[in-house]
C-alpha cells in the first residue's frame, strides 16, 4: 500500500439492471484502486466484484431496478466492497454447486479471496460485501 493514501476514502456508483454494468463496476474499482494507490490483491478484488454485481443482477435486482457499488478504503488499511440490491433473499454458499453447474460457485470464491465476507440487510433488499487486508 502507498503511504500516501488518504485516511477512510470511499466511493460509490449507481449501476444499472443490464450486462454492461458488471465491466463497469470493474472499470470503477480499478480506477479507485489506482486513484488511492492501492497496489496488491487488485485482481482478488476485481474478481469479487464481478462476482457480487453478477449475483445482484442475476439474483437481486427486480426489474426497472438497479445495484450500487460502494468501495471504502479506511485508515487501517482495509478496503471493503460493499454491492447494494434491491432483492430479497440472503445470498448463501451453495453446498450443491457441482463442477458441471454453471453457477454457484461465485460466493465460493467471495469467501477464498477476502478476508470476510457477509449480508447485511437493507431496505429495500440487502448489502452484500467483502473485505481485504492491505
Known sequence: MNENIQPSVQRERFYRRERRSVPLARGFVW??????????????????????????LVHGVPPGRGFRVVLRLSSDGVLRLEVHDSGGGCPRIRLEASTASEGGRGLFLVEALSDKWGVGERIPGKVVWCEFAL
Do not use: F, H, K, Y
Request: charged letters at 25%.
Open 31 to 56: 480506477q479507485a484502486l489506482a486513484d488511492w494507490g492501492v497496489r496488491g490483491r487488485g485482481e482478488e478484488l476485481l474478481l469479487c466484484v464481478s462476482e457480487l454485481a453478477t449475483n445482484a
